[in-house]
């Protein structure tokens, strides 16, 4: 199986600040079968991301991923209000393994 | 517009099997796409259950494949979850999303429902 660490655990940031995330996999990732999602209080997750760096429809374009392999970043250019959420990769290559998260959190 | 809603129980038994359904609108799912269900126990992060083709083709996370059948009723529009023999390290938030593929990422989700495992 293979295990996705997501560092960061805790990101504390201000509104228009830049946000970068990490999700290293034990192993390769195969073909860039990696995803994003976000997730709020009380909802179900919302796909960012897919293929390590095609955006969702609908996602804005300050959301973009990048990496492959075994390292993967999330980056959120300009930090909005509504940004501030718990978020998860998730690889597709080999079963389904998610990470286990990374809150950003107002400063 | 995809829609998928969960229902079922709230509450299940120790050792008893837990079963859940999804609805899906707005797309008939004899139409393509696979279907999967996703857990998330309390403040914990997220695990993929498993996921299932209208033909009935499915895909099981290996960690839980033993005690899980996820099934089809292309009739209604529906998929299944069963769960068996329960714990309590099975009480979770469980959310039916939509995937391209078997093992895949999921872009439509439900709202997802709480079911707990206690006596």
């Known amino acids: 199986e293979i295990v996705l660490t997501q560092s960061p655990g805790t990101l504390s940031l201000s509104p228009g600040e830049r946000a970068t995330l990490s999700c290293r996999a034990s192993q390769s990732v195969s073909s860039s079968y990696l995803a994003w999602y976000q997730q709020k209080p009380g909802q179900a997750p919302r796909l960012l991301i897919y293929?390590?760096?095609s955006r969702a429809t609908g996602i804005p374009d300050r959301f973009s991923g990048s990496g492959s392999g075994t390292d993967f970043t999330l980056t959120i250019s300009r930090l909005e209000p509504e940004d501030f959420a718990v978020y998860y990769c998730?690889?597709?290559?080999?079963?389904?393994?998610f990470g286990q998260g990374t809150k950003v959190e107002i400063k | 517009q995809v829609q998928l809603q969960e229902s079922g129980p709230g509450l299940v038994k120790p050792s008893e099997t837990l079963s859940l359904t999804c609805t899906v609108s707005?797309?008939?799912?004899?139409?393509?796409?696979?279907w999967g269900w996703i857990r998330q126990p309390p403040g914990k992060g997220l695990e993929w259950i498993g996921s299932i083709y209208h033909s009935g083709s499915t895909y099981y996370n290996p960690s839980l494949k033993s005690r899980v059948t996820i099934s089809v009723d292309t009739s209604k529009n529906q998929f299944s979850l069963k769960l068996s023999s329960v714990t309590a390290a099975d009480t979770a938030v469980y959310y039916c999303a939509r995937a391209w593929f078997g093992v895949d990422y999921f872009d439509y989700w439900g709202q997802g429902t709480l079911v707990t495992v206690s006596s």
């Open positions: 707005g797309y008939s799912i004899s139409s393509g796409y696979y």
């Open positions: 998730q690889q597709y290559g080999s079963s389904g393994t």
């Open positions: 293929g390590a760096s």
